[in-house]
């Protein structure tokens, strides 16, 4: 029990007075001995009870304020006795919580950061990998394409997963970007050198343009690679086309765009260089040939079949020999780098290493890995939702240039491509219709279609039957003001893309066979108010991340109207939960963190290593990934 200050104070002052001195005087001759042991104890109560005790409970929070037990900044100490250094030890703890808390803030912020990868980090990273050595990267489409409008010249970027992919990286690292030029303006728009800096309004990084004729593309783009690659990749039931003359385009565009790299090369030592996809198989041998010393990775954007589809290829033995000569081969997933690899040991005479997946071929190590591409995921994205009023505004202003009124949107966004499976998403479409009728007039569709390789029959002929399905199911369903499919044919720019991805309530992708399709990513990426659902195919390399979409078959067309009807249907909390997991993992494994690894692994090779010997194993790179 604690003795009252008051209390002990009133008894002093008694005894100091000499009013109790007085009263025991008089009634005991032994007073003075009694005064001075009640003084003692009277003053060592005081003591004790309201000096001692509080400073001891305060010795005790302020180790327990020191060791982060309490956040508690009131000192326990009274007032009327220590009330200056009370508010004094106040203030200080006060401080203290806040230092602590703004230093637990830093070190979450400082691990979010290393854990995120954005261009400033990615800069960083390749500076302190290439060790000023230059980085060449290598493509048949351009990121930047002028065309003529009228007698004005239009600077646009054309509508590809690759570009979508690759170029937030060379505007983070500079470089050279060497691409054929398919501008009808493009001529016009580069030095003497074939270059310009680009982007055009804050420019970062070099283009060199290679100039293909027509018939040569004709062969080697519209011929070998998109009617004999890409349909022999995709198992899209689609024959593919082998001639001759295509072939021989092939390999010449190759040997032209080897002879450019070369030639950029001059002066430089051990470069680096980032071929890209199935347009330029036989560029890394090429390369590797004439410059042992660098460095040289082809990244895959299409899947890679089995052994036994891949084997109808005529040159086959030649493609694998080209694409050998790189460094680093990579793909999407494990399981085409599988396919690969099982391809190779039924075609050539060469050292399959499974433990650490590399091909050893007359002493040329080749290292095959999976890097799931990805797309430049803002750090700035939050979970801010956009207010109540401004989004039924914004659908509403877009639904009215559309021509029709609904209360759910869907959107799609392709290349008009067979191996999309847009044909079977509309009949998806068209099921879901039939199975819940209540949703007529409620939900729209919108199909944002960009024209693609219309040079080829199978292609044309596809757009034909695209187009006619969805004549088919608007006359089937359509109303006033009101129709199932609304089809928007033509090149879109990427911010119309996005606004549609923003507004849209369901997202569908819905390919029969594709490598990763970004499609899938940047819907989650745009996604920044939690809402909106993705159905996905399974025969994406997407669907491998993103878990939590409505994964689906595209070839069941119940099963996708009964996706679409989940979709729809679902709770607004389910909708975050799913989008917020999805956008963790597309923050996390962004396009960032792809180029990191890619260039990480190459900068491991051992250029000067000496040749592996036929029966032991490739020699492991050094270090561990980005």
């Known amino acids: ?78 007032k009327d006795v220590f009330g200056p250094l009370a508010e004094e030890i106040n203030s200080l703890a006060t401080s203290l919580v806040q230092a602590r808390a703004a230093a637990e803030k830093e070190a979450k912020l400082r691990h979010s950061a290393e854990s995120l990868w954005t261009p400033e980090r990615l800069k960083e990273h390749v500076r302190a990998k290439l060790h000023d050595h230059p980085l060449f990267v290598i493509s048949n489409r351009e990121p930047y394409e002028h065309s003529f409008r009228g007698k004005q010249i239009e600077c646009r970027m054309p509508p590809s997963g690759l570009v979508t992919a690759l170029e937030p990286i060379l505007r983070a690292c500079g470089g050279l970007w060497i691409a054929q030029g398919t501008g009808d303006a493009d001529p016009q728009t580069v030095d003497d050198s074939d270059k310009l800096r680009v982007p055009p309004d804050e420019p970062q990084y070099t283009l060199r343009r290679i100039w293909v004729s027509a018939e040569e593309d004709k062969g080697f783009y519209y011929g070998f690679s998109n009617e004999g690659l890409w349909p022999l990749c995709h198992i899209a039931h689609t024959r593919p086309l082998f001639r001759p003359e295509d072939w021989a385009s092939y390999y010449a565009v190759n040997e032209k765009f080897a002879e450019a790299t070369l030639q950029e090369m001059r002066g430089t030592q051990e470069p680096y260089v980032l071929v890209q996809d199935y347009h330029f198989a036989l560029l890394p041998q090429l390369i590797k040939e004439k410059r042992p010393d660098a460095r040289v990775a082809l990244f895959w954007h299409i899947p890679w079949p089995n052994p036994e589809a891949f084997g109808i290829c005529p040159w086959r033995r030649e493609l694998l020999r080209g694409m050998l000569g790189a460094d680093i081969l990579g793909f999407h997933t494990q399981h085409h780098c599988n396919n690969f690899l099982d391809t190779v040991d039924r075609t050539l005479e060469s050292r399959i290493d499974w433990e650490r997946f590399a091909v050893v071929r007359q002493g040329h190590t080749t290292w095959v890995r999976p890097f799931p591409i990805s797309v430049a995921f803002a750090p700035l994205y939050t979970a801010k939702s956009s207010s109540a009023s401004s989004v039924p505004a914004r659908r509403e202003d877009q639904l009215k240039t559309l021509g029709i009124q609904t209360r759910f949107l869907g959107v799609g966004v392709d290349r008009i491509d067979y191996t999309k499976g ?100 940047e819907f989650v990426a745009a996604r920044d108010d939690l809402g909106g659902v993705l159905i996905l195919s399974p025969f994406t390399g997407a669907s491998s991340e993103l878990r939590d979409a409505l994964i689906i078959n595209p070839y069941d067309v119940e099963q996708l109207a009964e996706a679409l009807r989940q979709a729809l249907e679902m709770p607004a909390a389910e909708q975050a939960a799913r989008m917020r997991r999805m956008r963790e993992g597309v923050r996390d494994q962004n396009i960032y963190r792809w180029g990191a690894n890619l260039i990480s692994e190459l900068s491991k090779i051992r250029i000067n290593a000496a040749p592996a010997s036929s029966s032991g194993s490739p020699p492991e790179p050094a270090g561990k990934n980005a």
């Open 422 to 521: 847009i044909i079977e998403r509309f009949r998806g479409i068209e099921k879901f219709f039939e199975l819940y009728p209540s949703f007529l007039g409620e939900f729209t569709f919108v199909e944002l279609g960009a024209p693609s390789r219309t040079l080829i029959a199978r292609y044309k002929d596809f757009m034909v039957e695209v187009e006619s399905e969805v004549e088919r199911i608007n006359k089937r369903f359509e109303a006033k003001n009101w129709k199932p499919i609304v089809f928007l044919k033509e090149q879109h720019a990427h911010d119309v893309i996005d606004r549609f991805y923003k507004l849209a309530d369901v997202c569908m992708v819905t390919s029969l066979h594709d490598g990763m399709n970004l499609v899938a990513k």
């Open 1 to 78: 029990m604690r003795i009252s200050w008051r209390a002990v104070a009133g008894m002093a002052l008694l005894v100091g007075s000499g009013v109790l001195p007085a009263v025991f005087e008089k009634a005991h001759p032994a007073w003075l001995a009694v005064e001075a042991v009640l003084l003692i104890t009277v003053s060592f109560a005081l003591l004790q009870w309201n000096v001692l005790l509080p400073v001891r409970r305060a010795a005790r929070w302020i180790k327990n304020l020191r060791l982060g037990f309490t956040d508690e900044t009131r000192v326990p100490l009274p």
